[in-house]
């Protein structure tokens, strides 16, 4: 056909894909993401259905949005410890793939808690949030850390790591300071008002730099040095403080308060303490950088790991089984559904059966004063020209049987009467 000066030739057809395919296609996409493959998500638990299989299928739901999930028989022995209800807020470890015989992606869970942390991520936000806004965390307030300090104050416990790596790192880098530890309570009920009393006491003992801190452990562990009033005490001592809480993952609001972050204790006595063997710290500068290639190294092999276990893990059997087995559960359902249907049609035939074939009984129709007659012999009475006077007869009604004997004989159309 041409336009114009523009002949358009045939119909451009573009490549067509069979809904399998695009099906295929994007679950390749879910599996390959490794973000997708391992994950936790947070949410109310909704429409909980325990399979006959051992599967247990339901919903994850907050506001405005939900995502389907299941758990397989095989997770569920040893990634749940509990049963699941409707309406319980959970955090649900595993992994999101597509189910490629409907094209619907859903979660696949590998373990199941009760979402007891996250009241306390909910206060350390809400709390973290509050000191940001007064300021608490402003660069402009922070004191600058002394290079050559001659007393470095130490909150912390008494025994445990913390205390050894800070005084073997001192004692390394400058024998000549002098440490003083003020023991604090750095775990549980009370723990914070120790951290406070400490700050307050060595930052009156006028201590050059004080270090706050604790080896590593869960947000509960850590707990103390996310209260409050442990903060206010950092943000109004004069003494510069440095927090070294945890591990180097772990952020407490001890760490966005004080002068400066340390990732560990050991780290903060490295920070407050300087080397005074400039070797020593060139030394310590080619440690840290074989250290961070190790890491580095280790990293992109733990990556490569990880990828070569998610090929195994797509090709794996137990994968195909689990969703043959997902096929399995839907088929019996539609089986039940459709033995079902079955029944309640034949059901309803037998009642019009029944009812048809009540219409078509004799005895049915014995009612309203008929009756059904027979002679001696028990043939059926058609005609009075087969009686005489005397004769025996049985009348059968609705309700009974009459035993009778004729005793007068009239035949209509017939003007003559017979005794």
Known sequence: MEIGRIVVIGNYMGVIYSVKDVNRYIKNMFDNDLLMRNLQVKGEISNVVYHSSGHIYFTLKEEGTAIKGVMFKTYRERGLDFRLNNGQNLIVSGFVSVFERDGQFQLYATAISLDGRGNLYEAYEQLKQKLYEEGLFEFDYKKEIPKFPKKVGIVTARTG???????NIAKRRNPYVQLYLYPAQVQGEGAAKTIVQGIKVLDEMEMDTIIIGRGGGSIEDLWAFNEEIVARAIFEARTPIISGTGHEIDNTIADYVADLRAPTPSAAAELA???VLTTLHQVKQYEYQLQ?????????????????SMKLERLSPENKLHNQMMCLDSLQDRLITAINQKYSKIQHQYALYTTRLHGLSPTAKLVGGFGYVETKDGTALKSVDDLQKDSHL?????DGRIETVVEKIEKHNDASNKE
Do not use: E, H
């Open 273 to 275: 303490i300087p080397d």
């Open 292 to 308: 961070q290639q190790i890491l580095r190294n280790a990293n992109n092999a733990i990556q490569r790991l990880k990828m070569l």
């Open 394 to 398: 049985t009348v059968t009604i609705s």
């Open 161 to 167: 790591a913390a205390i050894q790596d800070i005084m």
